[in-house]
């Protein structure tokens, strides 16, 4: 039997908000039938499965919604059906979500397909690419070395140094870029000669290869002129994200699925998948208890491991109301439902979990929401309360970014998928937002 201390302090780790649960993990729940009934495995996996020539996806939703979750779990359906899968979370090593560019991403996608087939492929190829270019680039590496005089697993390492400077080291980011970008082409054809190999040399039980490139989503949007980074990443460089010789899937940010180009990345790379938050109220206001009832098992199967003894609605909480409070304040969006309980949890000496610890977490939660708004936006959200549909403005776009703005989904009568908006939950006790709504007309 734990003591109350170490009790508290692993409850306060299950439900630690940046962690994505491995495929299998026994804490998941599937929340398809409130969401909408998307399926990440019939509509991104099985395309994969059936296609005879490499698919290129994309993949998005709101950040923390559960989709590097998702796409860990479709990892494992594909090499349960002999796909071998390199999967990556782009902006751990390699990428600055708040100045990315494509250069970026492809060194990125090399340094990593290098790193986990190396050793059943040739990379030969993209090693004397990089040697054609080490005079250029050593110095941004920031090695002395010669490249020629290295062992193969010295080349490979030369090569990480030089994309992680991408990433830690912002004055070196542009004049890597500048010596890569004239020869990207030249780079992704010795990149598809390395695939080719690694095909052919895929272990027992193979027979394709995919990428999954996580955490685009999470890119910051720049303006450039007219043009923007999202921009230049899905569409002024999509042959060249298309390119190469495996089946692909980015992540990618939802504002961009929700710009004027929504039909130009429809056209290119066909219907891109969102996931929606858990549906916990109805387009109409009215508690959704089977999201609620979703929301409160993604609680309980965390505490199920720690201690399942307890019952969720009076052991951990101090009553069902503090519960149901969380679950709805959280507006069906995982990571702050996640985030509000750990908050509370820490606000928390001894179980149960107090209605006092819940306010708390939700007054600061509630506070760094009205400190992502801008004073003009309140009205905007006030509309799209009332209404419950978004404009395809930049301004809209901007608060789905931030996730002041969250999509759901359901299936009506009919079995039509139906989509509609809300503004966060936590947003309707701001002072702002309520005289934004009473100056509606």
Not at 157 to 162: G, I, P, V
Not at 231 to 242: A, I
Request: negative net charge.
């Amino acid at each position: 039997m734990l003591d109350s201390q170490e009790l508290l302090t692993n409850l306060y780790n299950a439900f630690n908000p940046f962690e994505p649960l491995p495929a299998g993990d026994p804490k998941y729940v599937d929340c398809r039938d409130v969401r909408g009934d998307a399926d990440i495995f019939n509509e991104l996996g099985n395309r994969m499965r059936l296609a005879k020539t490499n698919t290129c996806q994309l993949y998005s939703g709101h950040r923390g919604a559960g989709k590097s979750t998702e796409l860990l779990r479709l990892k494992q359906y594909l090499e349960n059906r002999q796909f071998y899968v390199v999967y990556f979370a782009a902006d751990e090593e390699d990428i600055d979500s708040e100045d990315a560019q494509y250069t970026d991403i492809l060194l990125a996608c090399t340094r990593r397909l290098l790193k986990d087939l190396h050793k059943i492929a040739n990379p030969q190829p993209i090693l004397n690419w990089l040697k054609e270019r080490w005079q250029d680039v050593k110095d941004l590496a920031q090695t002395p070395m010669e490249f020629e005089s290295m062992e193969i697993e010295s080349q490979l390492s030369q090569f990480a140094k030089l994309t992680a400077n991408l990433r830690a080291v912002p004055e070196l980011r542009q004049q890597i870029r500048q010596k890569v970008n004239p020869h990207t082409v030249t780079l992704i054809k010795v990149l598809n000669e390395f695939l080719a190999d690694a095909k052919k040399h895929l272990p027992n039980g193979y027979t394709q290869l995919a990428v999954i490139v996580d955490n685009l989503d999470r890119m910051v949007l720049v303006k450039d002129g007219d043009n923007t980074n999202y921009e230049e990443v899905f569409l002024d460089r999509s042959e060249q994200l298309k390119a190469l010789d495996c089946h692909l899937v980015y992540t990618a940010p939802i504002s961009m699925l929700y710009s004027k180009r929504a039909t130009d990345i429809r056209d290119i790379y066909g219907e891109c998948l969102i996931l929606p938050m858990i549906m916990v109220k109805t387009h109409k206001g009215e508690t959704y208890q089977p999201g609620v009832n979703k929301v409160k098992e993604v609680i309980k199967k965390r505490v199920r491991q720690i201690a399942p003894e307890l019952s969720l609605e009076n052991g951990i909480f101090d009553s069902p109301q503090t519960l149901e409070r969380l679950c709805l304040l959280s507006g069906g969006h995982v990571r702050n439902l996640l985030l509000l309980t750990q908050d509370a949890i820490g606000r928390t000496e001894e179980l149960p979990i107090s209605e006092n610890a819940v306010r708390r977490a939700i007054t600061q939660a509630r506070d760094t929401y009205r400190r992502a708004v801008e004073n003009h936006q309140w009205s905007l959200l006030a509309e799209v309360s009332c209404s419950k549909r978004i404009i395809n403005d930049d301004q809209y776009r901007s608060l789905m970014y931030n996730r002041c703005l969250l999509e759901y989904r359901y299936l009506d009568d009919d079995g039509e998928m139906q989509r509609w908006y809300d503004i966060h939950p936590l947003i309707q006790g701001i002072q702002e937002f309520q005289e934004a709504v009473a100056q509606l007309p």
